[in-house]
């Protein structure tokens, strides 16, 4: 059985806690089931040891949930990229159908049917069942990710949860849950943002990148890429924050992925192909909209591209999205270097300054400010070098900065 503690919840709303479930993301033990198909291509609820525990209301409820979710997958079937009778919509369907009938028929007491009841009663299902239950494979209506409410969740409902399956359906294709989007990626852990992993894995990750082509126009909705159902709802958040209108279904797919796109990215602004850049960049941050890393080193490739309005929105998304020190510095820096590109020494002065009060004593940010003070006092005739450079991705030095400080913005 795997819990997820307060810690995991809270992580919605600070960015900068660390997840402290065991395995976090990962896929929950199926009920014990024979292998194979369903039969002559029926669906079949298969009941695991677990809805046998407790008393008669407790397997009934389990029952319940089995039945509602069989219902359900014959009335919708998942996207094509999923072939299992397993995702949110089957999933809240079933805890729906479980919750009305522990609340209304119940004769025993289950801490943990208990308080899903508690949940379903004040309308917080649909944000339980994703920050619970959720996992990679499923894809979220866009009407739900406008009307989900995380952080009231979290407020009212942090503690300890098991996200054990007692039940699932099996369709005739055999399978309990989803597989995982882009698990076929390269490993993120033998390539790491470094120089050194330009040149490893390349065939393989044009292969993986192949093989996303022609899997994504299957997976019902955007792809978004986690680790964890923690990090999953971060990536809800930033997509309601930064979308404007209604947001769009969203599918949970691999952390691979992502990463993979940071990887290309990042070695393509090593070798300064500003093109290819901007599209792998812009690719890592479709799927990680909420990691503020992928939208600073888009922001970069963009300066670089001529395109500094759009700079400065990315960059001006990490300072409104984070209270992290370091990259708030790095923002500030980031946002300041963009507005010495634009001839705005003025709110490039502001913006380095404000930079220095998080991260006394940057050496970057004490150069540049003196950069600013020469072109205002020679206005036209500035610049050492014709075309505009920009401070190095990597190895930027920092003086009091550290990593997972908070910053009063």
Not at 133 to 143: L, Q, S
Not at 182 to 205: M, T, W
Not at 294 to 313: H, T
Request: charged residues 25%; contains cysteine.
């Amino acid at each position: 059985m795997t819990f997820r503690t307060r810690a995991v919840l809270v992580s919605f709303v600070t960015t900068t806690m660390v997840a402290c479930a065991q395995n976090p993301g990962a896929r929950p033990s199926a009920p014990n089931a024979p292998s194979g198909p369903a039969a002559k291509g029926k669906n079949e609820v298969v009941l695991g040891p677990a809805a046998m525990r407790g008393g008669s209301s407790t397997r009934a409820a389990w029952i319940a949930y089995g039945v509602a979710k069989a219902a359900r997958y014959d009335q919708q079937r998942p996207p094509p990229a999923n072939e299992s009778a397993d995702d949110f919509h089957l999933e809240l369907a079933a805890r729906e159908a479980m919750s009305e009938f522990w609340a209304e028929q119940h004769d025993e007491r289950n801490v943990d049917l208990d308080r899903q009841a508690e949940i379903w009663k004040a309308g917080f299902l649909p944000e339980f069942v994703i920050t619970v239950h959720g996992r990679p494979g499923w894809t979220i209506p866009g009407a739900t990710v406008a009307a989900l409410r995380l952080e009231e969740f979290v407020a009212k409902f942090a503690g300890n949860y098991s996200n054990e399956t007692a039940v699932a359906v099996r369709p005739a294709s055999g399978k309990l849950f989803p597989d995982v989007p882009g698990a076929d990626f390269p490993d993120p852990d033998q390539l790491p943002i470094v120089p050194a992993s330009c040149g490893l894995a390349l065939r393989e990750r044009r292969a993986a990148w192949e093989r996303w082509a022609r899997m994504v126009p299957r997976l019902g909705g955007r792809p978004i890429s986690a680790s964890s159902t923690q990090t999953f709802g971060g990536q809800i958040l930033a997509i309601k924050r930064d979308t404007t209108g209604a947001p769009p279904d969203v599918t949970w797919v691999s952390e691979r992925v992502g990463h993979i796109a940071m990887l290309d990215g990042f070695c393509a602004v090593e070798v300064k192909d500003w093109k290819t850049a901007v599209e792998m960049l812009g690719r890592a941050v479709a799927l990680e909209p909420a990691a503020t890393g992928p939208r600073l080193e888009l922001s970069g490739a963009l300066v670089m591209s001529g395109r500094l309005e759009e700079a400065l929105q990315h960059t001006d998304k990490v300072i409104a999205s984070t209270d992290d020190a370091c990259t708030l510095g790095r923002g500030w820096r980031k946002r300041g270097y963009i507005l010495v590109e634009m001839e705005a020494f003025e709110a490039a002065r502001a913006a380095y300054e404000k930079s220095l009060v998080i991260d006394p004593g940057n050496p970057i940010a004490i150069s540049e400010l003196k950069t600013i003070a020469t072109a205002m006092a020679r206005p036209g005739n500035w610049r050492t070098k014709p075309q505009p450079g920009q401070p190095s991705p990597v190895r930027v030095l920092t003086t009091t900065c550290r990593e997972g400080k908070p910053a009063n913005k």
